[in-house]
């Protein structure tokens, strides 16, 4: 049975088809040596202009749509506060997290913690020698340089304790205003105890003060012999993040971090390639100092950075197998490599041409928009593929040159043409979304794709052209005659085309399969499996260090993720901390900063009573050491008041016994070995009492704190509080999220609990999370235009609805096989991978409109199988190139290479074996769809 049997002796009429492929093939002939030379003269042209003025914009800030609210707001306070995207250097004990997991070292001693601060010091000593490529960095603040405000960002408790020990020590600390010496200290003990005050406190008081007495006086008779002493009025907290020298702990005191701001070359696809190699050089070295510790680089920079490295050699190695492997399979398919290298160079001048027209459309490329090449690499082959084997194909059955391209045309040329416009439109759909990354990308894509197609309508059939030129107008007429009247016969006798079982078979195992992804994929997102992840860490490189060193910050400080409120009036900052206390108390808020501490009224209380219990001033240092005879003199008299105390009560005998020996010691001392006691005094007494006095003056000082000020901040500091836009002044209150923000669903918690409370607040944690929902809408809005757009394209070219259902089912399948898959392995879509999609809409459509457009042609049977195969090579080429991602260590374009290889090798089953079978059935009956 064939088609309209009864006509088919009747003259054939010659359609629009018939003329379009006609006059295609002519004007190929007769110009191909100058399509040629103009499709590489555009070539040259464009890649010039790329060069000249083709940008990179690799800030992601500037991917979001610059009118979105949020995002006005975060880059009003990048220009008030300038660059807050710094680089940490972080320092561990050794072995550090990188290689383990499980990474918990204990509390670092004194020892070891000087050690951090000394690694510390050197690594800003050698990054401060490189300001061209570190302008800032910051390693501590001098507490110094507080301007006596100080004492106002310490904890209250720890504030408290040292006021209370100042007010019970006062008589001691008078003793020593006005005598700064070892005698004078002991007669400011003897005071205290002549005025009685041990006697009021409780037994537990008694015995700690007896004991500190004792430590005192131990410390003074080793003074005295020539022993180093120790600076006994170090500030010390009882938080070990706080350091008496302003470094910058966390995590307990196991982490000491530095703050650096590289130098960005946002021209630059790496902005901060230098500035990051420079770094891990020197912590490098500086590591090999200390091999108790363990340094590392991070921060979001250097995250981007190790991500940029990573996936461009990731690219590069995939690039170099995908085309090994590609053309390793044309070989293998068109027995040769000379016809299929036309086609990669074809391919190769519409890559160029698409540089050019970006240059002139867009002019610049961003971090999205620069993975188009691959995306064109696999989509633009197809249609050389099909063209080839086609022309392979009429070559072969003795056509000449212009009746095989002919055929060609008529055969597959408005098939290729919609296969490219649907991708297009697959692809372009995404300029219609409201991220600007996915924009460019979907409409660079789509002006490749239309490149492509004329890359391969025009220059490849010219290169063939000219390659089988002595074949031009005439072909084997010998084998021209066979085929004809092989055809004779096959009207003559037609078969009756049967489907076998194998075929039917296999057919309904991928019906199977693509109802059980539907419902797989439906039944675990209706228990609560979500298909995306939104984890930007998670995609990242595993073995890159900043990622490992983030992971580590992340679980133990989120200083890096923060939200800010910015104001002008310090009062406004001051009402919205008192504000955001309760999201304290529940959890949500880890920790508030400002240039105004949350504690300060109380801690200014607590001054109050330190500033009273202080003495007025202090006495000058004497310019010559206490003598023996002095110092003895001062030990007899307190070891007596002493002696006197322990004879009140049986608890103070206790705890100030010990004591009292000492205070003896020093005497016997004195007397016994004076020569010893004026060596001592005359080297330890004067450093001692001078770090003394120094402590005990700034001490009075911060104790009558002034009023906090922009001014009395430190200069390292001062402008992540205080900045500067458009002639006014703002304040910045930043708040810190107590869970990992890189969890989608923590980041939407807490800035829905933090954005209630203030509207206009922005910040890293507001950016992350409105951008990310921004990609994932416009992501799901690009699905959904593709979608339509490629029904509606296939229904004008089909003009049946039959037609374009048969032609949407290898695409239909491929993505119900991957949603079954994902669904089942946990497979999720991410901000790398999430184009797939697309992608995949784009691809595998294509094979159902080559079959459709087969089944329609004059010999139909013939057409559908040479098709046929073309379709699966140009699907595995597909699987293939895109497959080639698998080998990358970063996980995005690892997940990418996944998703797109399973749902093309999902898609070619379909298309091999359902869609044939089903048209063979029309086929049977005689029916064109």
Request: contains cysteine; glycine residues 8%; neutral net charge.
């Amino acid at each position: 049975m064939g088609f309209d049997s009864a006509a088919e002796n009747e003259p054939k009429q010659r359609s629009w088809r018939d003329a379009f492929a006609e006059s295609m093939s002519a004007f190929i002939c007769r110009f191909a040596i100058w399509i040629v030379l103009a499709s590489v003269l555009l070539a040259v042209g464009s890649a010039l202009l790329a060069w000249k003025q083709l940008g990179f914009i690799t800030d992601r800030n500037a991917l979001v749509d610059p009118d979105a609210d949020f995002n006005k707001r975060f880059l009003r306070f990048n220009k008030a506060f300038g660059d807050q995207e710094y680089m940490l250097v972080v320092i561990t004990p050794a072995p550090g997290p990188i290689g383990n997991p499980e990474f918990n070292p204990p509390l670092p001693d004194e020892s070891l913690r000087a050690e951090m601060k000394a690694a510390a010091q050197d690594i800003a000593l050698r990054l401060r020698a490189q300001p061209a490529h570190f302008p800032k960095v910051i390693e501590r603040v001098d507490p110094e340089s507080f301007g006596g405000t100080r004492m106002l960002y310490m904890p209250t408790k720890d504030l408290e304790v040292v006021a209370k020990q100042v007010g019970e020590g006062k008589a001691m600390l008078n003793g020593v205003a006005a005598d700064p010496s070892f005698p004078g200290l002991l007669r400011g003990m003897k005071a205290g105890i002549d005025e009685g005050t041990a006697s009021d406190y409780d037994e537990t008081r008694i015995a700690q003060g007896g004991a500190q007495m004792a430590a005192l006086l131990k410390t003074i008779r080793g003074a005295a012999a020539g022993e180093k002493v120790p600076d006994l009025f170090a500030f010390e907290s009882s938080d070990p993040t706080l350091d008496k020298d302003g470094y910058f702990f966390s995590w307990g005191g196991r982490m000491l971090f530095l703050v650096v701001l590289p130098h960005k070359d946002h021209e630059a696809l790496d902005q901060i390639k230098e500035p990051l190699a420079a770094a891990r050089k020197i912590t490098g070295e500086v590591g090999e100092k200390h091999p108790k510790l363990t340094i590392g680089l991070t921060g979001r920079p250097a995250i981007y950075s190790d991500e940029m490295a990573s996936t461009d050699r990731d690219m590069l190695r995939a690039t170099i197998l995908s085309l090994v492997a590609v053309t390793l399979m044309f070989a293998a398919w068109f027995r040769g490599l000379i016809k299929p290298l036309y086609a990669m160079l074809t391919l190769g001048l519409a890559l160029v041409w698409t540089l050019g027209a970006t240059t002139l459309v867009i002019g610049h490329l961003n971090i999205f928009s620069m993975v188009f090449m691959p995306v064109l690499v696999g989509l633009g082959i197809d249609y050389g593929i099909q063209k080839l084997n086609n022309y392979q194909m009429g070559m072969r059955r003795g056509l000449s040159v212009r009746d095989a391209l002919t055929d060609t045309y008529s055969e597959i040329g408005i098939g290729t043409i919609t296969c490219a416009v649907t991708a297009a439109a697959a692809l372009g759909t995404a300029a219609l979304t409201g991220f600007m990354g996915l924009a460019e990308l979907g409409i660079i894509s789509a002006m490749g794709i239309m490149l492509c197609l004329f890359a391969m309508m025009f220059v490849l059939p010219a290169m063939l052209t000219l390659h089988d030129r002595k074949r031009l107008n005439e072909g084997n007429k010998i084998l021209i005659a066979a085929m004809a009247e092989r055809k004779a016969l096959e009207l003559e006798h037609p078969k009756v085309h049967q489907i076998g079982a194998l075929s039917r078979g296999l057919a309904w195992l991928g019906v199977l399969l693509t109802l059980a992804g539907l419902v797989t994929f439906g039944v675990q997102t209706g228990r609560g499996w979500s298909p995306f992840n939104y984890n930007l860490l998670e995609i990242n490189d595993p073995t890159s260090d900043a990622v490992g060193w983030e992971k580590l910050l992340v679980d133990h400080d989120q200083r890096s993720s923060y939200a800010v409120c910015l104001r002008e009036k310090p009062q406004e900052i001051e009402a919205l901390s008192k504000r955001f206390e309760p999201l304290v108390r529940e959890g949500v808020i880890r920790d508030m900063e400002s240039m105004w501490p949350a504690q300060e009224a109380e801690n200014r209380k607590w001054l109050a009573e330190l500033n009273t219990a202080l003495p007025l001033s202090f006495a000058e240092r004497p310019k010559e050491p206490s003598t023996p005879k002095n110092l003895g003199k001062a030990a007899r008299e307190l070891q007596a008041a002493l002696l006197d105390l322990c004879t009140r009560s049986k608890t103070l005998e206790n705890a100030f016994a010990p004591a009292a020996d000492e205070a003896g010691s020093i005497a016997a001392m004195c007397r016994e070995n004076p020569k010893l006691v004026e060596q001592g005094l005359a080297t330890t007494e004067g450093p001692f009492f001078a770090a003394m006095r120094h402590a005990l003056v700034n001490l009075k000082r911060d104790a009558n704190a002034p009023a906090i000020t922009e001014e009395s901040l430190p200069e390292a500091i001062r402008g992540r509080y205080v900045g500067h836009v458009d002639g006014k002044k703002l304040y910045a209150l930043y708040l810190y999220p107590a869970k990992d923000i890189w969890i989608h669903e923590n980041a939407v918690a807490f800035n829905e609990r933090v954005v209630a409370i203030d509207p206009e607040i922005t910040g890293v944690t507001i950016q992350v999370q409105y951008s990310a929902d921004i990609i994932v809408n416009g992501f799901i809005k690009s699905v959904i235009y593709a979608a339509l757009a490629i029904v509606i394209l296939l229904f004008l070219d089909f003009r049946r609805p039959l037609a374009t259902m048969i032609a949407l089912i290898p695409l239909f399948g491929g993505l119900a096989i991957l949603g079954g898959l994902m669904a089942i392995f946990n497979w999720q879509f991410n901000f790398a991978n999430f184009f797939a999609v697309s992608i995949l809409i784009g691809t595998a459509i294509d094979a159902g409109v080559y079959l459709v457009h087969s089944q329609r042609a004059d010999d139909p049977v013939r057409v559908l199988k040479q098709t046929r195969g073309a379709c699966v090579v140009c699907s595995m080429t597909t699987v293939l190139g895109f497959g080639a991602l698998m080998i990358a260590s970063h996980n995005g374009v690892f997940s990418l290479g996944l998703l797109l290889s399973v749902g093309m090798t999902g898609a070619v089953f379909v298309a091999f074996y359902v869609v044939p079978v089903v048209l063979a059935w029309f086929n049977a009956r005689g029916t064109r769809v």
